[in-house]
């Protein structure tokens, strides 16, 4: 009987050092568990952001791919449009350019202020002379 005694304290000793550390044990497996579904659920919002970043990445690249072949044709139009203007009048020779600068108010009277500093003529990228006054009356 004593053997049975002897052993029944030992067991009631043993699991009196037992009990903090399951309860320690327990305790840190709700910690990592809680910890895991934390994580779960910013994992799943950073998969649903990725999938938004991804779908507006195409339609941005569905946008910009429109854009280019907008700039594409604007620029054919661009070359088609200029060529033919080079084509059909030719840029004015220097006499030209000097009979539209000859005045066109008669000398005893003074010429308004906006024609008192004309600008110079200038030449643009068709050869095409700019910045001349003229004047359109019947």
């Known amino acids: 009987m004593t053997t049975l005694a002897i052993s ?14 399951v309860a320690r044990l327990r ?10 579904d934390k ?7 950073a998969w649903q952001q ?6 507006n990445a195409r339609g941005l690249d569905s946008r ?4 280019l072949a907008d700039a594409g044709q604007a620029q054919d139009k661009l070359v088609t449009f200029t060529s033919g203007i080079t084509e059909a ?7 030209d350019a000097e009979v539209t600068r000859a005045p066109l108010l008669p000398a005893s009277m003074p010429p308004p202020a ?12 068709l050869g095409q002379r700019v910045g001349t006054v003229l004047s359109v009356t019947a």
């Open 39 to 45: 994580l779960q659920l910013q994992a799943r919002d």
């Open 89 to 95: 009048s030719p840029a004015p020779s220097a006499a």
């Open 50 to 55: 990725a999938a938004r970043a991804e779908a």
């Open 27 to 36: 305790q840190a497996a709700e910690r990592a568990q809680q910890t895991a």
């Open 8 to 21: 029944s304290s030992a067991n009631l000793m043993r699991a009196s050092f037992q009990e903090p550390t």
């Open 64 to 67: 910009a791919t429109q854009a």
């Open 114 to 125: 906006w024609m008192s500093t004309p600008s110079p003529a200038s030449v643009n990228n």
